[in-house]
């Protein structure tokens, strides 16, 4: 991988600051002033270079270099846990405020009802809960598309994610799906979302297997398998979904993609109920682990098993 910006020039000659050492460095530093964590970093030889060399050669890295070294350092620590077979992956997102730059138009908000304009950044994180580190991380405004890169991106090779109603999305699920991960992804328990368009118990807790089919065709026939509302639904042209046609014409063949999940509904206490998306096996992860699963995502949100 080019990890610098000009290959053919950058950190080709003999420096005080050569690749190594400005990864080094860019690593190590705190919250001092760039002289100072210099100064501790290289240990007050008096051949430090200068804030200003070091600002000189970082500009010179591309973005990919530390995720270069993100990954080699996983890559070393994650294989020593494991969670049930397979890692377990949290993902949310966060803003982040930056300096204010008006110039930077894609993180600039100039502010309303008098309040100033600043900078933000939209943080999305893959967070594994068993190393306690950083999986992957990516900025995007839109969660959706963050998840996507993420998961597709992954050399991880078996996973789960858990996610937060967010990320409630068929093209999200069946990403995780044809990676050959799982997914656990609490959504809205009312009338709105993916759970309104189910024949679903009328039991306050259950635990309901789908083998849904997605088309965007809405042909007779096509309209008539709709009936059949745990089997079938149309996605329509203006949603995002990666694994059908863009656009169905009438002549076109039908094109279906299967998507397998279970519909949850849990009761956290008398008024209180959750419904969790999964592709985990219902033999081997009951409602009672799943619970347990969920749990894991984050302490401020758990889910009393």
Known sequence: ??????????????????LFEVIRCIVAM????????LLDILGYSPNTATSSAFIQQREK????????????????????WKEED????????????????????????????????YNLLHLNAMYDL?????????????????????VDSSNIEKALVIADRGYESFNDMAHVQEKGWFFLIRIKDGNNGIKSGFKL?????????????????QTNAVKELFKDQNRY?????????????AKSRKHDP???????????????????YETLLTNLPGDEYPPDKLKRLYNKRWPVMRISA
């Open 254 to 272: 039908d094109v279906f993609y299967l998507l397998k999940f279970r519909i949850v509904r849990l009761r956290i206490n008398d008024a209180l």
């Open 61 to 80: 890295l591309k973005p990919e270099a530390l995720k270069m070294v993100m990954d080699a350092f996983n890559g070393r620590c994650s294989k020593y």
């Open 86 to 117: 397979f890692r377990v992956l949290a993902v949310d997102g966060s803003d982040i405020q930056i300096p204010t730059n008006p110039k930077d138009v894609e993180t600039f908000f100039p502010g309303s009802n008098g309040q100033s304009p």
């Open 1 to 18: 991988m080019d990890i610098a910006v000009d290959p053919d020039r950058h950190f080709t000659r003999n420096r005080k600051l050569p």
């Open 233 to 245: 639904r149309h996605v329509s042209h203006t949603a995002l979904f990666d694994y059908l046609p």
């Open 30 to 37: 705190g919250g001092n002033s760039i002289k100072q964590e």
């Open 130 to 150: 068993n190393n306690r580190n950083y999986a992957d991380i990516t900025f995007g405004r839109n969660e959706h598309t963050a998840f996507v890169e993420m």
């Open 201 to 217: 118990p009328s039991d306050d807790e259950y635990d309901v297997s789908i083998e849904l089919n997605l088309t965007r065709k």
